[in-house]
Nanobody, 126 residues
């Protein structure tokens, strides 16, 4: 099993920045892809960005490309989501997720991911 714990959410004004962290533990060597999703009230969960756990290729959704950046600290088994130029429409619960599938693809759909963090609230005020 893999355990994921997010942190770093909070309240920020429009135009501000936040950095989310996702600490992984357990069978981390089995992780293929790490992704970030979000879910706003009354909306479906939305893919934001993902990267290979080993590093290298990343994939961003158009809604966050140029504003959000995913990165990883190998020594801490932690993935980060740096969020800049935040907008009120970015308000949501943010989740990190781990895909253990060895198929070699970065999936954009939530049901392909095997483990999820508990979520962290991000609120952007106007």
């Amino acid at each position: 099993q893999v355990q994921l714990v997010e942190s770093g959410g909070g309240l920020v004004q429009a135009g501000g920045s936040l950095r989310l962290s996702c600490a992984a533990s357990g069978r981390t060597l089995s992780i293929n892809v790490m992704g970030w999703f979000r879910q706003a009230p009354a909306k479906e969960r939305e893919f934001l960005v993902a990267m290979y756990w080993s590093g290298g290729t990343t994939y961003y959704s158009d809604s966050v490309k140029g504003r959000f950046t995913i990165s990883r600290d190998n020594t801490k088994n932690t993935v980060y989501l740096q969020m800049d130029s935040l907008k009120p429409e970015d308000t949501a619960v943010y989740y990190c997720a781990a895909d253990l599938s060895p198929n070699g693809f970065i999936s954009l759909v939530d049901y392909e991911y095997d483990y999820w963090g508990q979520g962290t609230q991000v609120t952007v005020s106007s």
